[in-house]
């Protein structure tokens, strides 16, 4: 009970407003660091006005409580932050106090707390056990589940990787005189190290990927005036009735509208001047069109079927070249006089007549390699988890590579190698040394 | 007359006791079945290895007898996995069989307060869940205020060869066939364990030149934190290495039905080690792999037997020696005694707390392999433990306990308590969580001041550790001050000796020599320094990983605690709570099936119980 827990309590997604947490000896001094004011000084019970930012960049505007011990839920000093009910700025916010110390809540841990300080009775104490209970073998297997069984496997199989050097490595120095067991040495592991690192590094590209799809995909619509680009925003708002709501995300970037679309969160950003029908401006603007390139995770590139392809827009498909990307040819209702020879992979629609929407979602959907996406935040929450432990694997690795360059005697090599083992090993839910000891003993032949 | 401390077993555990108990003062008897076999090694000729020998530095800077003993006979030694790291480097020395036993048996026989005498215990005086002193085959009762049990593999063994079960202790010692019957009437859970030995060879019908010759270390080194060596480097015995062939493969394959634990005999109930499996095992667990190496080791200087390190079995002694004449060199050995297995009585661990005072009866104090361990060096530091605790328990003191952040004993201990085992418990580095902790430079500064706190370490011994202290202190900050300007990278840079230690290739004793410091320090002192400072970030974070678990450490769970009473818990968690009784939360969250959620659960309730 030492530590600073955080966690959502809100229901995401769901009210205009969200409420994140945090309690804890820490949480003042977490919430500070992220804060646009300094809390440290701050009365008990009071609200404060600003802005979370991730170091110097701004995640959303809001207002936050603080209480200090004891006239508090769980008698400690507690932190609140209410911010924009949006998914993706609640889970940011979250990400960074985890980011800066605090750690994730376990089901019923605030009224744990609560209890354990004297703050609540025992039948309410007796009512959490209950929830604790319950909800930790559910909570265990969320985070074994959350990420894909595909991924899980690939997990074990790293570990498994893994396992084979550090029980070797245990081996050579539980049975030193053994010579007819490979002794493993700095250069005899590094390719295997080298490439359990590329390995790992992959599954977090994986991993991140899939988290982009559960806080939503960045969505920039570009293309001349008058091409169609907010018709066809209309047109997607429209057939899924989706609400628009206006969040401010990050300086950079503007998220104008979301859609959902079949479960798939769409944050289109940097609209502004879509509907803006006074700008009329001839020209396209490949600077500003290469800001919303660089800013989204998708691309939408409309180009209109009836005037024949400018330069700028050559030089713009060749930008796009190493994106994620949508070719869009509008108003295929009119005259072709657009030459296609050179395009491959386009999809043709016309947003007034109806005709093509459907293939847009289709291929949204393959680019990402999604299938129906649950909405369900625990799944997130617990694969925020992952991820960062995934991250501390590839950092132990990293470490072990250094202290080999360095000729750093094998244990100290091993040693990082055993963190990265059970930073694995937390994410699927197997740790420590019995494991270990087995595989040392069937792996290997000793005795006396 | 009344003793105060009763020692049973004169074994490696059994005379750590007595030393113990009886250096501090407590009028103490040793009982055991043959006076003549006190601190025999009646397996392996070596004392130390891997993780063990740290264990013996562990035991001299506690105060404990072995180390000194194994430094005064010696043949040969060695320092295990010398660049595998700081925290993993060992020593192994090949003791002496003769002159082992023979020089314990005088250090015993100088202490005062310590009286030796040959019998056979079958029971124990028992009152109101108390021990109250010993009772002899011959009906003798001799009473003590303590009872501390220590009988290795004597309880009801049986030695397996082939098809044939004799009672029998190793080497034909009478074994006791009651005290473990009469364990289990006052309540005492009983394990039944297996271990074996390999044939020992004459030495002269070997032919070594079929063999690969194995010396000794060219550098001294001592277990004892105190006494210079004595041994003579140029005068250690070598070992001999040799593997199986394909003919030993198939005589094994051949016969396997034979073997006492494959079908040989249709009622063994011993669990062996994992780590120690006879050749047969081997050869069926490891069935690709060609051949298995195989050590020749000289059991004393003073008589012919070799050891045949890899090649412990159970097979028939006509198998046996078609086994033998199979491996070069030993074409034409002969076998001087028989390998065999052997099966024999222990008390499931988890029934013996911490301090290793049994939870079933009061005043009665288990150590060695009657605790599920295997190994002379486990023994004994159980026995230097039990035999601490049981005079502070005269003394009217809190007990000695190790934690696991601070020995391989403490590692030892809290495994067999918390855990129990299954089959002979061997120490091995990859069981200490934080071993980089645990090394063998540091045993002194993680241990003498406990020794000198219970009265072992005291006089010339503790001065010159608290000198070493001092020095490591000095060091260190002359270190700091002191610059030196070297190539790095192309670049001269001009930097604290201490900083350019950092770098993991670096070596403080050269660096002295090349600038010519001015720096007049034991080797111990530099090493320990240089330690100190290369490896720093890695000790700091073991140290803070070691420091949550403290703090678990220090949440004490109630002796009368009622499991039952206590909501929600997990049934599997529940009854291993109940059966092992944790001390502290953090002794509960090692239990294997006691979950997080347990632990929660757990918290809460305590709160409650605490309120009311």
Known sequence: ?448 | MNYEVIVVGGGHAGCEAAASASRKGHKTLLVTGNINNIATMPCNPSIGGSAKGIIVREIDALGGVMGEVADKTLIQMKMLNYAKGPAVKSLRAQADKITYPREMLNLLRKEKNLDIKEGMVEDLIVKDNTVYGVILATGENITSNIVILTTGTYLKSDILIGSTRTRSGPHNEKPSMHLSDNLKKYGFDILRLKTGTPPRIDRSTIDFSKTKREDGDREYYTFSHTNPPVYDIDNQEPCYLIYTTEETKKIINDNLHKSSMYGGLDDITGVGPRYCPSIEDKMVRFSDKEKHQLFLEPESKYYDDIYVQGFSTSMPKDVQEKMVHSLPGLENAKILRYAYAIEYDAIYPTQVKPSLETKVLNNLFTAGQINGTSGYEEAACQGLIAGINATLKLEGKDPLILKRNEAYIGVLIDDLVTKGTKEPYRMLTSRAEYRLLLRHDNSDLRLREYGHEVGLITGDKYNKFLEKKNNIIKLTNELKEQKITVDNEKRRVTTTVYDYLKNPTSNLKEIIKTFNMDLNYRDEVIEEVEIQIKYEGYIKKVQREAEKMLKNEEKQLPVDLDYDKVPNLASEARQKLKEIRPRTVAQAIRISGVNPSDISILLVYLRKYYNE
């Open chain 1, 1 to 448: 009970m030492n530590d600073t827990i955080v966690a959502i309590s809100t229901t995401t997604g769901v009210g205009a407003i969200s409420i994140i947490r945090l309690s804890g000896p820490e949480s003042i001094e977490i919430a500070s660091k992220v804060f646009t004011k300094d809390l440290s000084n701050t009365e008990s019970h009071t609200i404060h006005y600003g802005h979370i930012k991730d170091k110097e960049e701004i995640i959303d505007e809001v207002l936050v409580s603080v209480m200090r011990a004891p006239k508090t839920f769980t008698r400690e000093d507690i932190v609140e932050i209410n911010c924009h009910g949006g998914v993706a700025p609640t889970n940011k916010v979250l990400e960074v106090l985890l980011k800066n110390g605090a750690r994730l809540a376990e089901p019923g841990e605030f009224t744990k707390r609560a209890f354990l300080n004297g703050r609540i009775d025992l039948l309410e104490a007796e009512a959490t056990m209950d929830l604790i209970s319950s909800k930790t073998d559910k909570a265990r297997k969320m985070s074994i589940n959350t990420l894909t069984g595909e991924t899980s496997n690939l997990i074990k199989e790293l570990r498994d990787d893994l396992v084979g050097i550090i029980s070797n490595i245990e081996v050579n120095i539980d049975y030193p005189e053994y010579e007819d067991i490979e002794v493993l040495t700095n250069e005899k592991i590094i390719p295997s190290i080298k490439l359990f690192k590329e390995k790992l590094e992959d599954i977090i590209k994986k991993s991140e990927d899939s988290r982009v799809i559960k806080e939503g995909i960045k969505v920039g619509i570009i293309g001349r005036p008058n091409v169609g680009k907010s018709s066809l925003l209309n047109s997607l708002l429209e057939e899924e009735k989706a609400i628009v709501t206006d969040i401010p995300g990050t300086t950079r970037d503007i998220v104008e509208g979301t859609i959902v679309l079949g479960g798939i969160i769409l944050n289109i950003i940097d609209t502004a001047g879509i509907r803006d029908t006074r700008d009329v401006v001839e020209k396209l603007g490949v600077e500003k069109s290469m800001h919303i390139i660089d800013s989204s995770d998708l691309v939408i590139f409309i180009l209109n079927n009836n005037e024949e392809i400018t330069e700028e827009e050559k030089e713009l498909l060749q930008k796009l070249e190493d994106k994620k990307r949508i070719i869009v040819i509008n108003k295929i209702d009119l005259e072709p006089k657009l030459d296609k020879s050179n395009l491959n992979n386009y999809i043709e629609i016309s947003v007034k007549d109806n005709i093509g929407i459907d293939k847009i979602k289709d291929e949204i959907k393959r680019l990402f390699n999604i299938g129906i996406i649950e909405a369900n935040d625990m799944t997130y929450l617990s694969n925020a988890r992952s991820i960062s432990l995934l991250h501390k694997a590839l950092k132990n690795i990293e470490e072990a590579i250094i202290e080999i360059n360095n000729n750093s005697p094998i244990d100290i090599v091993e040693f990082n190698l055993k963190d990265a083992w059970n930073n694995l090993g937390e994410i699927i839910g197997e740790t420590y040394t019995e494991e270990l000891l087995d595989e040392l003993f069937s792996r290997f032949c000793l005795g006396k």
